[in-house]
């Protein structure tokens, strides 16, 4: 008997159907999804279906779908163009740096409205 387990038979489906491109990344074990299937979990989503039933039916984790559309609504489609997996996209590292330098500056003015009371 081998110690390999067979992963589901939904999940083998899925890997195969409709050219969909899903990988392994051989470093950490990862699944690697294409942009085109964020974009589709995503308008699964949008389209009226709920978490569950996207990621029943694209077998992908639930928690993974959420975070993709939670990406997609902040950022849209652009988010999911990095070139590395699992590495975030410099764009919205640069969003982010500039809403954080945003509000720094903003509790700064407000620091000083208080000294000026004082």
Not at 61 to 78: E, F
Not at 104 to 109: G, R, S
């Amino acid at each position: 008997m081998s110690a390999y387990a067979a992963p589901p038979q939904h999940f083998r489906e899925n890997l195969t159907n409709g050219g969909n491109k899903m990988s392994k990344n051989k470093r950490d074990n990862k699944m690697v999804y294409s942009k085109k299937d964020k974009l589709r979990a995503v308008s699964l989503v949008q389209s009226g279906k709920n978490y569950r039933e996207a990621s029943s039916e694209l077998g992908i984790g639930i928690t993974t779908v959420k975070r993709w559309v939670r990406l997609y609504d902040a950022h849209g489609p652009d988010c999911f163009d990095h070139t590395k997996p699992g590495k975030p996209n410099p764009a919205l590292i640069q969003s982010s740096d500039d809403r954080l330098l945003k509000r720094i500056d903003k509790l700064k003015k407000i620091l000083v409205s208080i000294v000026e009371e004082i």
